[in-house]
């Protein structure tokens, strides 16, 4: 059985999570929006951690915080950075 604190902490990872994913929607500049993303991707790492599946968090980690937000970075670095406002 889950602990209190356990319990505790996983809800407030995907909370964390939720807000990361709400800002880098709102986020007109692209290279925050990707840092907001990587943000998103370590609490949702925090939380498969805490419900104790390692082996989903060494691949999640270098997949989804290294290999994706590099990749985010590198092709925001040949395009535009900030989003243009809509009329």
Do not use: C, H, W
């Not at 059985?1 to 990872?13: C, E, G, P, V, W």
């Not at 925050?32 to 609490?43: D, E, L, R, T, Y």
């Not at 994706?68 to 040949?78: M, P, Q």
């Amino acid at each position: 059985m889950m602990s209190l604190f356990t319990a505790s902490l996983i809800i407030f990872a995907l909370t964390l999570g939720a807000v990361f994913a709400y800002f880098a929607i709102k986020s007109r500049d692209l290279v925050k929006a990707a840092v907001f993303s990587a943000g998103q991707s370590a609490a949702f790492a925090l939380a498969f951690f805490m419900l104790m599946a390692p082996d989903i968090v060494l691949a999640y980690v270098a997949v989804a915080i290294g290999i994706y937000t590099v990749l985010l970075l590198y092709v925001i670095n040949k395009t535009e950075r900030f989003e243009e406002a809509e009329e």
